[in-house]
């Protein structure tokens, strides 16, 4: 126990650091180029700003949150579904997957309003936006944790004539968690992005509402502040994934077991 809180320690030293570097030079440019906090707000203003409108920040970053779950799981759910259906019926692949590569490369800030026009400006919007931007990271990492098993262990479940559904569950499936949860990792973050730039487009409320409103009034402590909460709230949703993946993948160490 002693030698594992040592190690969170040493482990957490770096990050804080950084972090201090960070808020010095953010401190040491705005009294050398003597910047006005409509600027640029001093750390403290936002400090204070993130206590004060704590309640009101944490309430409208859960609903970030939870639009960026509900899309996660929505985009998650259709992308391991086509990943097995490309496993199974391999022609699909080349039938489904360029236009899977298509969406991803559309801007997401040009699909925004086009979601947000046909699925209106309520949750079912950034839902949808979240999904779509969650989609690519799993489907890709769910088709190459499924396609790369060693020839050996095929032929080993060729010995013992095991049907397709004993290869997929006993072998294809566990062999892809690792590069599943890489995906979802990536797709954590992603979503909440989603949420938050279709509540620019059109919300009343969530934190990409918050940080919209607050800059067009100027007060822009109060964007910084949010800024941050949203910051937060991916950090939050990648490390439940982090989590998880530790009890489900447990024979596989995390590459962020030593970062959170």
Do not use: C
């Not at 991803?104 to 936006?129: D, N, R, T, Y």
């Amino acid at each position: 126990m002693i030698s594992r809180y040592r190690s969170y320690m040493r482990n957490s030293i770096p990050p804080v650091v950084t972090f201090l570097l960070f808020v010095g030079i953010w401190q040491l440019a705005i009294w050398g180029f003597s910047i006005s906090k409509l600027i640029l707000p001093s750390p403290k203003q936002v400090a204070i700003m993130l206590i004060d409108q704590f309640g009101y920040l944490v309430t409208h970053g859960s609903i970030t949150l939870f639009e960026s779950v509900l899309g996660f799981l929505l985009g998650g759910f259709i992308a391991i579904s086509f990943a097995f259906l490309f496993q199974f019926f391999p022609k699909t692949k080349q039938a489904i997957y360029p236009y899977a590569i298509l969406i991803k490369a559309i801007p997401l800030v040009a699909l925004a309003p086009l979601v947000v026009l046909w699925f209106k400006a309520g949750l079912l919007s950034k839902i949808i936006l979240a999904a779509i931007i969650s989609f690519f990271p799993i489907l890709v990492n769910s088709v190459q944790g499924l396609s790369s098993v060693e020839p050996e262990a095929l032929d080993l479940m060729a010995t013992f004539s095991a049907s397709k559904w004993k290869v997929l569950t006993k072998l294809r499936i566990p062999n892809a968690l690792p590069s599943l949860f890489a995906g979802m990792k990536i797709s954590s973050s992603f979503a909440v992005v989603g949420a938050v730039v279709a509540e620019f487009i059109g919300a009343q409320r969530g934190i990409g509402y918050v940080i919209k409103s607050s800059s067009y009034y100027l007060e822009t402590d109060l964007t910084f502040a949010a800024i941050i909460v949203a910051a937060l709230t991916g950090l939050f949703f990648f490390g439940t994934i982090v989590l998880i993946e530790r009890k489900i993948v447990f024979w596989q160490p995390s590459s962020e077991s030593n970062v959170l």
